[in-house]
């Protein structure tokens, strides 16, 4: 047990991951004047110049992230796929590792994640494991799945082709080869988020819950609304089944629990992630304590904060504009810092390219449809493009 202050002079906190992630953690640790150090790449990544060290380094990398690690008190991750083996070596050494390695490899592997639901009784939409698309054709064939479907790469970095939805024998091309989850194709009234701590006492709580809308044509979520448009029974139920999740999973710090409240009135998860999420981004501008405040409470043991909502919020990720690839340009951002409770935030890549994300944008207002309205009008303002104009086509 560590006895150290977190709040003394000699505190360490590292984080593997300096993303936008890490950025805000680290934003968030300075209200209270927690140094905080970073494993990436680049100190040009985002959160490199709010990081009081910066070691420059892979965290695929075990013996990077092990170096990295054994000088601290506490590590946590923005980003699941690090080196797994090497927090397991620095949590056996005794640095308190959030969260802890063994949820964390459930989390990384979607079967291992859906076999978990099953085990601990949480609603998921069915599913088998496949080793590859052949055996996935092979069970078509033989009728143990059928169409439609949804194929899921195990583990992610698959040509950045995680999911495909399977819905006939015309997609039989479709048909990833990869080590992966087959599940029902669930037809979903509304997407659902809710983000839920756990600090080290077992404390828990729950912030409300998030509605994800998509944009028709590219299959990118559009806006995160909160509160989401949902009866108050399917609020709470929500809320509880991520609570479960939490603490069936035993973890300190975020789980960001990803729902589907499907046409049929129930509640199934989808997946999680132990760590601040884009869902959550809203609550730095709407809620008494953020997500990533709560994450810090959650892994340091403090008491968690409050995670009252202030104000409805709609929240836009801001996306490279397609077409542009090069040093980034934000078209129309003085128009939309002139608007009643817009908040903008960038995360400072210094190039962008088609649908990277580039920043986000919270728009508070006491009435969920009028933010709404203003999110609309900054979506169509507010546009990340290349210096001065200059365009690659992308092919
Ligand atoms: P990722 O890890 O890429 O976010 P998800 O598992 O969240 O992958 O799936 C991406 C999207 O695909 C979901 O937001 C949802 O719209 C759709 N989807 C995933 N699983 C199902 C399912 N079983 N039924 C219907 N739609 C699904």
């Not at 092990?66 to 601290?72: C, I, V, W």
């Not at 409300?208 to 709470?236: D, G, K, S, Y």
Request: charged residues 20%; hydrophobic residues 45%; proline residues 6%.
């Amino acid at each position: 047990m560590n006895k150290k202050s977190v709040f003394g002079p000699d505190y360490r906190l590292g984080i593997l991951g300096a993303g936008q992630l890490g950025k805000m953690l680290a934003i968030a640790a300075a209200d209270w004047h927690l140094p905080v150090r970073a494993l990436d790449q680049s100190g040009d990544f985002p959160a490199g110049p709010y990081c009081a060290q910066f070691t420059e380094g892979n965290f695929n990398d075990p013996d990077a992230v092990y170096a990295f690690g054994k000088a601290l008190d506490v590590l946590t991750i923005e980003i699941e796929h690090v080196a797994i083996d090497a927090l397991f070596r620095l949590e056996a050494e005794g640095v308190a590792v959030h969260p802890r390695p063994g949820a964390l490899a459930v989390i990384k592997d979607k079967g291992l994640q859906k076999q978990f639901w099953a085990r601990h009784g949480l609603p998921t939409a069915s599913f088998r494991l496949y080793d590859d698309g052949d055996a996935v054709r092979q069970a078509l064939d033989a009728g143990q799945i059928h169409f439609p479907f949804v194929q899921k790469s195990r583990t992610e970095g698959y040509d950045g082709r995680g999911v495909a939805v399977i819905r006939s024998q015309a997609d039989w091309n479709k048909i990833m080869d990869t080590p992966c989850v087959v599940e029902d194709l669930v037809p979903i009234q509304k997407e659902l988020a809710v983000i839920v701590s756990r600090n080290t006492a077992g404390e828990v709580a729950a912030f409300p819950a998030v509605e994800m809308t998509f944009h028709p044509e590219a299959n990118l979520v559009e806006f995160l609304l909160c509160p989401a448009r949902i009866p108050a029974e399917v609020e709470q139920a929500a809320e509880a089944l991520a609570l479960r999740a939490i603490e069936a999973f035993d973890i300190c710090g975020l789980l960001a629990v990803e729902l589907f409240w499907t046409t049929a009135g129930e509640l199934l998860i989808n997946e999680v992630a132990p760590r601040p999420h884009n869902s959550g981004h809203h609550t730095i501008n709407s809620c008494y304590t953020s997500q990533f405040e709560q994450h810090l409470r959650g892994i340091l043991g403090l008491p968690l904060g409050s995670t009252h909502m202030t104000s409805p919020s709609v929240m836009l990720n801001l996306l490279g504009e397609p077409g542009h690839s090069g040093p980034a340009h934000y078209e129309g951002i003085g128009e939309c810092l002139a608007m009643e409770g817009v908040k903008i935030h960038l995360y400072g890549k210094a190039q962008t390219k088609p649908f990277r994300k580039m920043g986000h944008v919270t728009v508070l207002d006491a009435d969920l449809d009028r933010a709404m309205a203003k999110a609309r009008e900054v979506q169509g303002r507010l546009k990340v493009k290349v210096k001065g104009g200059k365009v690659k086509v992308e092919k």
